[in-house]
């Protein structure tokens, strides 16, 4: 069994980026009173060749479930980002492999908090979050160009001597 990960910089170094959404310092790039700005809050999304480099935006509501790892997925010409909005999430991530097949032993959990963006570099395996708490709903904001899913999106179903467990 695997444990969750403090999200640092150096812990998620080798999956991609994150940061609060937030504003990163007391001094805003635009200042204008009622009108204040600052850029570049959450990370950086690279978008693959699909499309014109649009960002579609979508939701993914998770509910408690076994913390476990039984399906993942993986993007191999684009980032993903992912943005808790009500609540703190597990996500599971793995490095890029040659192949679809999942490197079981390196699998990481990791603890987002609400209202972090974490991006993910194309080709880490990874699939929908995980609620932290039981009976809690999470709403996350998910980051890709369109049409991925259909275009760029490779899934792997784990057998059952394969799943990955964790704990909080």
């Known amino acids: ?37 600052w850029p570049d ?9 699909f499309g014109n480099n649009e960002v579609a935006i979508g939701v993914c509501q ?8 039984d399906v993942t997925e993986f993007h191999s010409s684009t980032g993903e980002g992912n943005i808790p909005l009500d609540g703190d999430i597990y996500i599971h991530v793995a490095p890029p492999s040659p192949g679809d097949e999942p490197p ?6 990791f603890r987002v908090p609400q209202g972090t963006c974490v991006v993910l570099k194309p ?24 049409r991925t899913y259909a275009n760029d ?3 792997a179903e784990l057998d059952a001597d394969e799943v990955v467990t964790f704990e909080a």
């Open 62 to 69: 998770v509910t408690w479930r076994n913390p476990q790892v």
């Open 104 to 109: 079981l032993d390196a699998f990481e959990i």
């Open 123 to 146: 080709g880490v395996w990874h699939h929908a979050p995980f609620s932290t708490k039981p009976g809690a709903v999470v709403n996350t904001v998910i980051l890709l160009p369109q």
């Open 1 to 37: 069994m695997r444990k969750v990960k403090q999200l640092t910089a150096e812990s998620f170094k080798p999956f991609g980026t994150f940061g609060a959404l937030t504003p990163p310092t007391d001094t805003p790039l635009v200042d204008a009173g009622v009108i204040k700005f």
């Open 41 to 49: 809050c959450g990370g950086v999304l690279s978008l693959g060749p």
């Open 153 to 155: 999106c490779e899934v």
